[in-house]
């Protein structure tokens, strides 16, 4: 079963620097998400990204924020100056055109940021 | 603006029994797609079962049923035969280029 794979499973910075969270989506999936759950909460919505550019974001993903697919492979998650309640988990996930058959989410198994 | 809401935080079931589980939502689209995710301890989302909108037939999948109410924007998760592994939190979720997620139900399923 074709999976998405994030890298690196946990990450910790320090305050104020940059990280990058990797992911590789399923190879023939043409729209690419990242999520993030804060321990215990909600899962939230950050951006979505479909044919090189971003289609929708949410109040969460500000300026700190960006995200590349650098290589029609990877799908990156950048955060500059990380603060302390960056600190969550990180989902990655992809999907098919929508409408398709198997149309849904195939979600990464994430990566823990902890911002110290 | 789509919207998700569980009500039921927490709930437990005796082993090889049912359990429902419940999701209101709300959204402006016509056509949409509906989703039960489930995060075991590991935290990992995995896909449980989807229903699309258009569609009046509730989906199943083996033990996982739903019972979709599309004029009450209610899309509820029915477990049968609970196990033990089926302990975790469960999320619904609506959307399509965007899915949001419900607050999540945490289950446990005793011995």
Known sequence: EPEVTQTPSHQVTQMGQEVILRCVPISNHLYFYWYRQILGQKVEFLVSFYNNEISEKSEIFDDRFSVERPDGSNFTLKIRSTKLEDSAMYFCASSELVGGPDYGYTFGSGTRLTVV | ?111
């Open chain 2, 1 to 111: 603006a789509q919207t998700v809401t569980q009500s039921q935080p927490e709930m437990s079931v005796q082993e090889a029994e049912t359990v429902t589980l419940s999701c209101t939502y709300d959204t402006s689209e016509s056509n949409y797609y509906l989703f039960w995710y489930k995060q075991p301890p590991s935290r990992q989302m995995i896909l449980v079962i989807r229903q699309e909108a258009y569609k009046q037939q509730n989906a199943t999948e083996n033990r996982f049923s739903v019972n979709f109410q599309k004029a009450a924007k209610s899309f509820s998760l029915k477990i049968s035969d609970s196990q033990l592994g089926d302990t975790a939190m469960y999320f619904c979720a609506i959307g399509d280029n965007d899915m949001r997620f419900g607050a999540g139900t945490r289950l446990t399923v005793k011995p």
